[in-house]
């Protein structure tokens, strides 16, 4: 089982930079891909950023250039810098990572002010 603890959410205003941290912890033998979805009040849920074990992201158009993915294997933790933060970012995030299935956060709201 894949616990992952979620932190870093907030209100900022646009123009504006947060970081979210994700740590999982449990019983499993290794992380693979580990991301960040996420979703807004009457929309679905979205791929935000992934990225693979060996450090590969990918990044969804609406977030190129301004958010940016890292891991730390040694910890099992993923981190996402977001800056140029908009109000059409926010959502509540979910940190996603997959071992041997799909593991998902609780969440963190993410608020950005016009």
């Known amino acids: 089982q894949v616990h992952l603890e979620e932190s870093g959410g907030g209100l900022v205003q646009a123009g504006g930079s947060l970081r979210l941290s994700c740590a999982a912890s449990?019983?499993?033998?290794?992380?693979?891909?580990m991301g960040w979805y996420r979703q807004a009040p009457g929309a679905q849920r979205e791929l935000v950023t992934i990225?693979?074990?060996?450090?590969?992201?990918n990044y969804a158009d609406s977030v190129k250039g301004r958010f940016t993915i890292s891991r730390d294997n040694a910890k099992n933790t993923v981190y996402l810098q977001m800056n140029s933060l908009k109000p059409e970012d926010t959502a509540v995030y979910y940190c996603?990572?997959?071992?041997?299935?799909?593991?998902w956060g609780q969440g963190t709201q993410v608020t950005v002010s016009s």
């Open positions: 996603y990572a997959v071992a041997t299935r799909s593991h």
């Open positions: 449990g019983s499993f033998f290794s992380i693979n891909a």
């Open positions: 990225i693979t074990r060996g450090g590969s992201p």
